[in-house]
């Protein structure tokens, strides 16, 4: 890896039950192709100084043995639904090797979700293993990691607000149906956006298709990769060939370099 070089591995790209989904035999989930197989949403952006990873799924430990991952400096929250933060406990085996608290960032609504999940991470007498965290508030302003910036940008998930984030010309957005004129503004000059595209039909807190596609195009970025996919998008090979020029579907595992 160059100095200034940043990698970005997509350790999941799919909705919050998975795919396959349990119980199901649609042409997606029984589909042979691995690029069907999608675990929970997130990614890790890598530098030569440091891995950071935004969101802990329930898919975590796997995610993180399947990418050989042998440091963690940092996990970011962007909100606080079970899919995104299930897997925190397993950032103890981070702690052990590394022998430090693991650097968390999450705004004070999600640090209160994951108070009431993980009371005995912030328990005033601890047990003996639990995983060490050392969190650090974060709002809608500019912070740094380890020298690296990061720009939060509020997005909606239905009634809930979610936090992007765009690092130099790479905006990460997952779980979203709405973004503000203004929270819009921070994305413009964006060269890579990952964005959420949950299926074909319309939902209640996600972007379908369709209105991911008419996002990227108001955005005018170059390249998009579509995240957080259900198994009613379709599969894999099917619906590429479809996507306008400059927009694929991420798969786990896909590394990019931003």
Do not use: W
């Not at 047990?127 to 060490?132: I, K, S």
């Amino acid at each position: 890896m160059k100095q200034n070089e940043i990698t970005v591995t997509f350790l999941g790209t799919g909705t919050s039950q998975g795919v396959p989904v349990i119980g199901c035999d649609c042409a997606v989930c029984v589909s042979e192709n691995p690029k069907d197989d999608r675990l929970r949403t997130s990614i890790m952006v890598s530098t030569p100084k440091q891995n950071i990873v935004f969101d802990t799924g329930p898919d975590f430990r796997q995610q993180m043995l399947r990418e050989k991952v042998q440091r963690l400096d940092a996990v970011v929250f962007t909100h606080e639904h079970k899919d995104h933060v299930a897997g925190l406990d397993d950032i103890r085996a981070f702690n052990f090797k590394q022998k430090k608290d693991m650097e968390v960032f999450a705004t004070e609504q999600v640090q209160e979700a994951l108070k009431r999940e993980y009371a005995y991470i912030f328990a005033e007498k601890t047990y003996p293993g639990v995983p060490r965290v050392n969190l650090t508030t974060i709002d809608l302003n500019p912070f740094k990691i380890n020298g690296l910036e990061l720009i939060p940008i509020q997005v909606m998930h239905y009634k809930l607000p979610v936090l992007g984030f765009r690092i130099n010309d790479f905006t990460y957005i997952t779980d979203a149906n709405f973004i503000a004129e203004e929270e819009k503004a921070k994305i413009k000059g964006t060269k890579v956006l990952v964005i959420d595209a949950l299926r074909k039909e319309k939902h209640i807190s996600h972007y379908n298709l369709e209105e991911a596609l008419e996002l990227i195009k108001e955005l005018e970025v170059e390249q998009a990769y579509l995240i957080h996919i259900s198994h009613l998008l379709g599969k894999y090979d099917e619906e590429m060939p479809l996507l306008p020029k400059g927009v694929e579907l991420a798969y786990d595992g896909l590394k990019i370099t931003i």
